[in-house]
Nanobody
Framework: QVQLIESGGGLVQAGGSLRLSCAAS????MGWFRQAPGKEREFVAR????????YYADSVKGRFTISADIAKNTVYLQMNSLKPEDTAVYYC????????????????WGQGTQVTVSS
């Protein structure tokens, strides 16, 4: 059974930084998504199974960085210059196929971690 364990969420002031971690029980292509209250889940970033290829949503490009420690089967999301509109529950997701910006392509999901950015 695939397990994804997230950590690193919290409360931060606008302009601050947080790093999310997602420890997987195996090696997968991974993605980060987020869902704010009353909104649909949206794509944030993805990384290939090799950890080489990455892709970002326009809303976070230049501020967020996705990376992977292959040896630890762990994916990170470094979030800098945070804005109040980044407030959401952040989910990591895993897929056995090519990483994708589409949530429906991911079979496995973490429990979510809350990120709150105050103004």
């Amino acid at each position: 059974q695939v397990q994804l364990i997230e950590s690193g969420g919290g409360l931060v002031q606008a302009g601050g930084s947080l790093r999310l971690s997602c420890a997987a029980s195996g090696r997968y292509a991974m993605g980060w998504f987020r869902q704010a209250p009353g909104k649909e889940r949206e794509f944030v970033a993805r990384i290939s199974r090799s950890g080489i290829s990455t892709y970002y949503a326009d809303s976070v490009k230049g501020r967020f960085t996705i990376s992977a420690d292959i040896a630890k089967n762990t994916v990170y999301l470094q979030m800098n210059s945070l804005k109040p509109e980044d407030t959401a529950v952040y989910y990591c997701a895993a897929t056995n196929i090519v990483s994708s910006p589409n949530a429906r392509d991911y079979a496995y999901w973490g429990q979510g971690t809350q990120v709150t950015v105050s103004s």
